[in-house]
């Protein structure tokens, strides 16, 4: 199983970005995907997940409303959809192969290398 994400870049605030996240070796089984974020010196946030099976998500209080996640399972890839950035929102950002509940996601040993977000005041 192999994850990569991409599309992160440096934006002004109040600009957007799509983060995508490409899948291979999920063949023929139900998944779950989250995204999750990282900032320096801050702890990991899971900000969302979608599931395969039905395509439920979550997505975190803290970015609801200016985030959307979704999915195209023909291309093999997840997108995080972000608008309205801030500069609170400049962190890595990684999907990973989560569990997806509605209220949570939590992440599983499979994880990409990450994009770099950079927002500017």
């Known amino acids: 199983v192999q994850l990569v994400e991409s599309g992160g870049g440096l934006v002004q605030a109040g600009g957007s970005l799509r983060l995508s996240c490409a899948i291979s070796?999920?063949?023929?089984?139900?998944?779950?995907i989250g995204w999750f974020r990282q900032a320096p010196g801050k702890e990991r946030e899971g900000i969302s997940c979608?599931?395969?099976?039905?395509?439920?998500?979550y997505v975190a209080d803290s970015v609801k409303d200016r985030f959307t996640i979704f999915s195209n399972s023909a291309q093999n890839t997840v997108y995080l959809q972000m608008n309205n950035l801030k500069p609170d929102d400049t962190a890595t950002y990684y999907c990973?192969?989560?569990?997806?509940?509605?209220?949570?996601?939590?992440?599983?040993?499979?994880w990409g290398p990450g994009t770099l977000v950079n927002v500017s005041s």
């Open positions: 990973a192969a989560a569990t997806c509940w509605p209220n949570y996601v939590d992440a599983m040993d499979v």
């Open positions: 979608i599931n395969s099976v039905d395509s439920s998500t």
């Open positions: 070796g999920f063949a023929g089984v139900d998944y779950a």
